[in-house]
């Protein structure tokens, strides 16, 4: 009964930066760990970044160093820093919930997803 709802994709060219929300709402008590995860047309959904409630954080080996994860004050918005994009970059992004305290890799993992953001790097 989590609703996530995602915002903040677009186009932006290399280099550039864009930040992303997750708003969750609904039974968020039962949710311990979030997760950004990205596909591109034709490719497998991976996770980029996870998110315990206790603040333990994830990171795909190619995005360390450019993006990151956080919580705001109220614990229900999770965002997603992305800095320095490249074009491998572009995808849609999803949030994903699960409902369990460690973050996992795998898409099947995660129980609750929202709508999904389009994000465009042009080179």
């Known amino acids: 009964q989590v609703q996530l709802v995602e915002s903040g994709g677009g186009l932006v060219q290399a280099g550039g930066s864009l930040r992303l929300s997750c708003a969750a709402s609904?039974?968020?008590?039962?949710?311990?760990?979030m997760g950004w995860f990205r596909q591109a047309p034709g490719k497998e959904r991976e996770l980029v970044a996870g998110?315990?409630?206790?603040?333990?954080?994830y990171y795909l080996e190619d995005v360390k160093g450019r993006f990151t994860i956080s919580r705001d004050n109220t614990k229900n918005t999770v965002l997603l820093q992305m800095n320095n994009l490249k074009p491998e970059d572009t995808a849609v992004y999803y949030c994903?919930?699960?409902?369990?305290?460690?973050?996992?890799?795998?898409?099947?993992?995660?129980?609750?997803w929202g709508q999904g953001t389009q994000v465009t790097v042009s080179s």
């Open positions: 994903a919930a699960r409902n369990a305290f460690d973050v996992a890799t795998s898409s099947k993992e995660y129980a609750n």
């Open positions: 609904g039974r968020t008590f039962s949710t311990n760990a």
């Open positions: 998110i315990t409630w206790s603040g333990g954080i």
